[in-house]
């Protein structure tokens, strides 16, 4: 089963072949407006937007959980409950990161890295947050927002839903929503301007 200590074993000990080389981190702290912003522009992301959609979906077509039945009002209570706890996480995550100047930001890969090297970054990048100098470490103000939430939203879901292993189920698909934002935000700037015919990748 998925715990925190078994992410941070991850982080310390994931590779990303093919990554030319680290990208540079800003020479200070992420501010206060920054964290902010992040909050706002990560809760309302394509990927997030998408995914919500998406489980809101399988969840009404598999009457998953039942009290919420098969109908549009049950896909758009569906869609609120997963919404409210991206949201929630988010803000926990900001709010706890900066307590120990944790920076939630996800940063692309340099410019030349392989795809290989890509991917791992990717997925790197999900367990790991660089500090207030720019080193990574695991990411706890992460995994205690994800699994924080997961288990918080107990006390508002339906009877059905409101268990731990439950719990610990949605503490695994907010680690793969992390991911896929971080793969849209690795990979979508290179597919825009190449729909777009722009310029050189960043």
Known sequence: MFSVASAQELASTIQ????????????????????????TKESIAPTNLLGSAILAGWGTVFNDPHEYGTHWDGFGSRYGMVMSSVVTSNAMEASLG??????PRYRRASAGSSMRGRIGHVVKWTFVAPDGHGDLHPAYARYLA????????????????????????????????????NAWSEFWPD?????FHRGPRD
């Open 191 to 195: 597919a825009k301007r190449k729909l």
């Open 16 to 39: 990303t072949p093919g990554i030319v080389s680290e990208p540079q981190t800003p020479a200070t702290p992420i501010t206060p407006y920054e964290r902010l912003e992040w909050f």
């Open 146 to 181: 994800i699994t924080g939430t997961s288990f918080l939203s107990n006390t508002w879901r339906e009877p059905s839903e409101a268990d731990s292993s439950h719990a610990l189920e949605r503490t695994g698909l907010g680690l793969l929503g992390r991911m896929a934002s």
């Open 98 to 103: 900066a307590i120990w100047g944790e920076d």
